[in-house]
Each structure stands twice: as structure tokens, then as C-alpha cells.
DNA sequence: GCAAAAGTGTTCCAGATACACCCATGT
DNA sequence: ACATGGGTGTATCTGGAACACTTTTGC
């Protein structure tokens, strides 16, 4: 089976930049290629686009293969289309961000089972292709938007304190906040509920609990 | 001649949304069409992507097709790709943005011939495909970088004075601003530099000119 | 001299920043 | 009782918003 064109066509594909917070880090899921071209390089999760599908539809299910995961943030974030960037033949990529709460049991990468892995961005391996710059752009992207959003709150649970929320923000910004302005700026926000639960963490007073107004909305803020 | 592949492949195209200020109006770039599809309705301009041609690439040349001008500022705005949105076969297109100083003279199309024109954003016609869309988020795209970036230098030709700057915005924006406020922010900015010349336009006082101190850079304000 | 747009400073307000102590819990 | 992290309020600073008159020119 073949299909014949006119003219030339690209392949066109969606990699997906997944990003969670475990272990007090930010993290990203990577994938080891097993096959030709940078065979045995890590790699952004990611695949063509079927031609009845969207390209989020596309990039959704790339990530619900990979990860098992869905209903989760996702964002387009950029195509990348230079020509050589692929040596077997013109593909053109439609890059996309997600984030997965830190809840979120049985990711099947967790397991670190054959060659599906997550990485703190400050050990990451060679990437495959261009797929470097298309992480960097992610990281920007997502750290620019923590200032003017309330993306950040799509890396919680539905019940969260807000000492956890504030160490997202910080893993992210890479830099320590004023816990009281920190409260005041959430709380103000009006985005955010008491549930009135309490979870308790160790030899200390516990922490409420909140739950988001919106969960499945990022607002723009300020 | 035709081009086979193993398996299915979308074709790409770069469409462009050209602004420019004229007339005391941000004003957009389209093209009647031709042939069918939505034979006769108004598109943004735009076409296939080559196979040795960058994405940027293909769009600069669209472009300069159009419009004969080069070496404006170009910015990727987003990636459509409905598999319904051309019924002819799977097209997804990485839609661009472009501004045109108000000084390019003779724009290709400013003589309004055969079936290129500038339209006001408030005189829109019908367009065809799903080109109302990208046209709304290019709008959104700029007027969002008027508050945080000194994209709308861009409109501006090498000298121009701070009232021209100051319509530029109110144009864009939809409102009037402060005229002291205004000079008071763009000349803390410490981008623009006075030239010494003045602008004489009329029966009364002469502005000053002034250039940006970075032409084709937009900074990222605030 | 009059009409028209250019140029110029100060006050006020709101939101961000800096900062230190008490509270509830487990051991 | 003490160690640990959770929770709270105020003073200060800074950047944005509001606001009116003088200057230079063409006619």
C-alpha cells in the first residue's frame, strides 16, 4: 500500500514536552529510541499524525500511549520545521507541553521500565533531533506562565495545601518565595477553596486543605 | 510526476497575517480566491511549504509574493490543523504573522488590483476556511505584546515621533491613551534615541523624530 | 492673534515587597 | 519540652493612573 501526491508532502509529527513534579523536581518523560536515526539517544514521546485526527487529538493520544495518562494540560507550544532536522525524510513537528499532577499513580514510565524514563532537568541526557530546543522552549514557556496564570495548579491534586503549591512554583522558578506573600497573592486570587480537611505531615501543625475552583481552567491573571 | 509514501501525509502550508497601519487603521492583507475551494471569498495569503524551504523560509517567501516586502518582522503564531478545515485533502497550516512599517512604500497590493486589498479589522468580509480564526488570534497575539514587548516599533519607519508612536497603540488597542504617560514609559525604556531633526506637520508645534536604538529587535518589556 | 498639536511634572493610589512571631503537632 | 513546618499582619516602596498648562508653528 502507497499514497501518491502530486507534489511533494512532509511527514508531519506531534512530540509532547510531559512534565510532573516528583521527588521535589521538576521532571520530563523521555524516551530511549530503539531504532535509527540517533538509535539509542533519548527522545521526547511522540508520532505521526493520523490523518483523521486533530493535531491535539494526535498529540493526546501519543501521550495516553506513552503514559497512560489522560485529561490532563496540554498546550501547543511551537512547530518545529526545519529541514534537515530529521535526516530520513521532511518532517515537520508540532510540539506540545503537558503537565500530569503529582498524584497521578501508575504513570507507566514511573516504573523506569524499558527505555521510558523521567528526567530532572538538571540531568538531562543528549537529546535525539532537535528536541533540546524544543524542551528549552517548553521550560520557558512554563515558567513564563506561572507569573501571568494559574498554570501551576495543574500540577496539584484535587486537594492540596498550599505549602505544596508554593514549592511547585519554587521548583519551577528555581528560587524561594515569601510564604506569607505567596498566601496572599493565591488567596486573593479567589480561585482556590478551603475544603475544611487537614492533612497532616509529620511532627508539625497540619496544613488545610484546598481544592480549585476551576480544576480544568488555566486563568490569566493580573 | 507524483510522490509516494508508506503511509499518508498531510500537506503543509504557511499562511500569513499581514498587518500594516494605514489610514489611521490596522489593516490586514487578503486575496480573493481564484478556484475553488470557497472560490471568490477573501483568504489570508499563503500556500505550500517547499521541501527544502524552513517553515519561516516559506512564509518570508509567501510574503514577498505578495507583497514584495522583505525583511519585516515575522512571527509564528499557531498551528491549525482540523482534518476538515480544506475539503480538498488533509492541509494543516502554520499560520505567521507580519508588520509592515507604514512607510513601505508601494506594497503590491496597496494599488488594490486584481483581487489583493488591505481590509480594516472592522470592514472584515467573510473568509474562507477557517482563516477568520487565525486572524482572531493574530489580533489577540498583538495586542497581548503591545503591553509586554515593543512589538508595535515595528510599524514604525526608521524615524518617527512619539504622537505617531502613541496612535499606533491607540489604533491597535482601541483606546486613547495618556500622552504623558505614554512618553514617560517609552523614554524610560531607553530604546528610542532622538535624532535632533523635528517632523513639521502642519499649524502647529514640530514633533521631535526619533529612532529605535535596536530596529529589528522586540524586547520584552516589564 | 488664533487654532492646532507637541511638549512637560506632580499627586495619588494600589499592588508588590520585606519582614518576625505564634500555633498545632509528633516524639 | 522541644523540634518542625503551618499560619498570620503591617510598614514601606514602587510603578501606574489621573490630571492642566505652556510652546511652537501656519495661516
Known amino acids: 500500500m502507497?499514497?501518491?501526491?502530486d507534489y511533494p508532502h512532509p511527514a508531519v509529527t506531534t512530540d509532547i514536552v510531559i512534565f510532573t513534579i516528583r521527588?521535589?523536581?521538576?521532571k520530563v518523560l523521555l524516551i530511549k529510541r530503539a531504532l535509527p536515526p540517533h538509535q539509542g539517544a533519548w527522545a521526547l514521546p511522540g508520532g505521526f499524525v493520523n490523518l483523521d485526527e486533530s493535531l491535539e487529538e494526535g498529540?493526546?493520544?501519543?501521550?495516553?500511549e506513552e503514559t497512560g495518562v489522560s485529561g490532563v494540560y496540554l498546550e501547543q507550544l511551537y512547530t518545529f520545521g526545519r529541514p534537515d532536522r530529521d535526516p530520513r525524510e521532511r518532517v515537520i513537528t508540532v510540539a506540545y507541553y503537558a503537565l500530569i499532577p503529582t498524584d497521578t499513580i501508575e504513570i507507566?514510565?514511573?516504573t523506569d521500565a524499558e527505555g521510558v524514563s523521567w528526567f530532572g532537568m538538571n540531568e538531562l541526557p543528549e537529546l535525539a533531533f532537535d528536541h533540546r530546543e524544543i524542551l528549552d522552549m517548553a521550560q520557558r514557556r512554563l515558567v513564563d506562565k506561572l507569573d501571568y496564570s494559574t498554570i501551576a495548579f495543574q500540577f496539584m491534586p484535587k486537594e492540596f495545601t498550599l505549602p505544596e503549591l508554593q514549592q511547585v512554583y519554587e521548583l519551577i522558578l528555581g528560587e524561594a518565595l515569601d510564604k506569607r506573600n505567596f498566601r496572599k497573592?493565591?488567596?486573593s486570587l479567589g480561585l482556590v477553596m478551603e475544603t475544611g480537611k487537614e492533612r497532616k505531615a509529620g511532627a508539625h501543625r497540619?496544613?488545610?486543605l484546598y481544592r480549585s475552583i476551576h480544576p480544568d481552567r488555566v486563568e490569566v491573571i493580573k
Not at 2 to 5: A, I, L, T
Not at 23 to 26: A, H, I, Y
Not at 59 to 64: D, K, T
Open 185 to 187: 497573592r493565591i488567596l
Open 59 to 64: 498529540a493526546r493520544r501519543e501521550l495516553a
Open 23 to 26: 521527588q521535589d523536581e521538576l
Open 108 to 110: 507507566r514510565a514511573a
Open 206 to 208: 497540619p496544613a488545610k
Open 2 to 5: 502507497s499514497y501518491s501526491y
